[in-house]
């Protein structure tokens, strides 16, 4: 049972990105996921955060109205695009899933480990 990320890379400042969060070993429509991001040097952060069935989302206000999350229950896949890249957007970013936890409480999280699935990380460096 795991979460694998993909899509991270390296990218110029202005550019875009997709990452996908897919879950092998069971099945992500019943858990709220989140995407996480940790910064050379710096703590982690909630990043976006989706429900079960996609209509409640939440975005730090470092990525609002830049990066976009949605998922696909039928693909068993949660993505984040990330649109309008900075260079402080570089870190790797994880996603996570956790049965209990609303939206709002999982953002505001900061330890991986408080929740019941977590991937191991893909890697974003915005540079020109």
């Known amino acids: 049972l795991q979460l694998v990320e993909s899509g991270g890379g390296l990218v110029q400042p202005g550019g875009s990105l997709k990452l996908s969060c897919a879950a092998s070993g069971f099945s992500l429509n019943t858990y709220t996921i989140g995407w996480f991001r940790q910064a050379p040097g710096k703590e982690r952060e909630g990043v976006s955060c989706i429900s079960m069935s996609g209509v409640i989302t939440n975005y730090a206000d470092s990525v609002k109205g830049r990066f976009f999350i949605s998922r696909d229950n039928a693909k068993n896949t949660v993505y984040l695009h990330m649109n309008s890249l900075r260079p402080e957007d570089t870190a790797v970013y994880y996603c996570?899933?956790?049965?209990?936890?609303?939206?709002?409480?999982?953002?505001?999280?900061?330890?991986?480990?408080?929740?019941?699935?977590w991937g191991k990380g893909t890697l974003v460096t915005v540079s020109s």
């Open positions: 996570a899933a956790d049965r209990l936890m609303t939206v709002q409480a999982m953002c505001l999280k900061r330890d991986l480990d408080a929740m019941d699935y």
